[in-house]
């Protein structure tokens, strides 16, 4: 079946500019991730999404990050006033929530943004 | 609270030769371990999990991991490596009961020929 889509692909922006990125997680998988990933680094958590639940936002940067997830499904991450330091991978993944904690996430192909 | 640690940022092997990539966790609860890869400009695919069920996971692609509790370890290994190998290995930790997952900052792996 069909995995976790992200577009765009690679975005590409100048300094000050908003930018949102959209995720699609795989069909009936209820929780869903934002990570960030900068060159050279381990995957930062962002934001999470389960359901009718309020998201966990404690990974947000700053108040120029947001994100919405609208009918359980896809999701946006808006980013205001974008820095060059927002410059990095964002991966998005959706986890089908079982009676277990075992089951894993699954990723997209990420949005490579570029503030210059 | 829980933690990963993998200790080496990159290994390089030869092409044949056995692969060993190390990762320690810290977690209060039962945790669940897995192993992620990921090729260049690619998101990240599953290697292998521990469910608790086996001490000794099988994952795809050959690679297996052994979870160790009494040296809170879950590294990787495969006896032959491929040039397709070549990537970057994260390890994850999540304790039992919780949505939060831990990623090591990732073991960046070279096959020579």
């Known amino acids: 079946g069909a995995g976790v889509s992200q577009s765009p692909s690679n975005k590409v922006t100048e300094k000050g500019k908003d930018v949102e990125l959209r995720c699609d997680p795989i069909?009936?998988?209820?929780?869903l991730y934002w990570y960030r990933q900068s060159l050279g680094q381990g995957l930062e958590f962002l934001i999470y999404f389960q359901g009718n639940s309020a998201p966990d936002k404690s990974g947000l940067p700053s108040d120029r990050f947001s994100a919405e997830r609208t009918g359980g499904s896809v999701s946006t991450l808006t980013i205001q006033r974008t820095q060059q330091e927002d410059s990095a991978v964002y991966l998005c993944a959706s986890r089908q929530m079982r009676g277990d904690s075992y089951n894993e996430q699954f990723f997209g192909p990420g949005t490579r943004l570029t503030v210059l | 609270a829980q933690s990963v640690t993998q200790l080496d940022s990159h290994v390089s092997v030869s092409e044949g030769t056995p692969v060993l990539l190390r990762c320690n966790y810290s977690s209060s609860y039962s945790p669940s371990l897995f192993w992620y890869v990921q090729h260049p400009n690619k998101g990240l695919q599953l290697l292998l999990k521990y469910t608790s069920a086996a001490t000794l996971v099988k994952g795809i692609n050959g690679f297996e991991a052994e979870f160790k509790k009494s040296e809170t370890s879950f590294h990787l290994t495969k006896p032959s490596a491929h040039m397709s190998d070549a990537a970057e290995y994260f390890c994850v930790v999540s304790a039992s009961g919780t949505y939060k997952y831990i990623f090591g900052t990732g073991t960046r792996l070279k096959v020579l020929a």
């Open positions: 069909s009936g998988h209820t929780a």
